[in-house]
T-cell receptor
């Protein structure tokens, strides 16, 4: 039981390049999320998927796209990377249940855009 | 005004003392409240959740919620050097309950010195 996994762990891109961040969970959770974390900013929600087949924008979606490939996998794509997208990206999945919800985070992807 | 705001820190306490971390939120309809701990270079980990006014205790941790004052706090008793981390307050705003969308504060760095 690996929980939430993310690949790659670290990536360096040049401005304008594209890449896809991969996320998978083996906990059979319906909901999955992508966050970015910048110094002094906490975590900000980029996109989320409430269930397989649905995705929706979060707080900071500009410059990103997502795909909920199946119940396990939720990918984040940067079509044309910009230096402002230098950040640490976390994927999370959520248990559901009244007063029992928990979000489990992956180990993160550290992205540097030059 | 930020949606979720934490005392700026950093906070330094001696080993064995009580560490007090505070968080205010702006959306009066917020439903669910969480404290995450994040060690340097690691992903956030849920340590406490609270949904109704009052105190909730779990071991050395106590979460306190006051919805009238829009205030949530985390007390750590008998602080240990291993408690040194960034503590993130997170809130599910009104209307977001069914999707679990978290809004995070900027985090408070806690250092417990021997």
């Amino acid at each position: 039981n690996a929980g939430v996994t993310q690949t790659p762990k670290f990536q360096v891109l040049k401005t304008g390049q594209s890449m896809t961040l991969q996320c998978a969970q083996d906990m059979n959770h319906n909901s999955m999320y992508w966050y970015r974390q910048d110094p002094g900013m906490g975590l900000r929600l980029i996109y989320y998927s409430a269930s397989e087949g649905t995705t929706d924008k979060g707080e900071v979606p500009n410059g990103y796209n997502v795909s909920r490939l199946n119940k396990r996998e939720f990918s984040l794509r940067l079509e044309s990377a910009a230096p402002s997208q230098t950040s640490v990206y976390f994927c999370a999945s959520r248990t559901s249940g009244v007063y029992q919800e928990t979000q489990y985070f992956g180990p993160g992807t550290r992205l540097l855009v030059l | 005004q930020k949606e979720v705001e934490q005392n700026s820190g950093p906070l330094s306490v001696p080993e064995g003392a009580i560490a007090s971390l505070n968080c205010t939120y702006s959306d009066r309809g917020s439903q669910s409240f969480f404290w995450y701990r994040q060690y340097s270079g690691k992903s956030p980990e849920l340590i406490m959740s609270i949904y109704s006014n009052g105190d909730k205790e779990d071991g050395r941790f106590t979460a306190q919620l006051n919805k009238a004052s829009q205030y949530v706090s985390l007390l750590i008793r008998d602080s240990q050097p291993s408690d040194s981390a960034t503590y993130l307050c997170a809130v599910v705003r009104a209307g977001g309950t069914s999707y679990g969308k978290l809004t995070f504060g900027q985090g408070t760095i806690l250092t417990v010195h021997p």
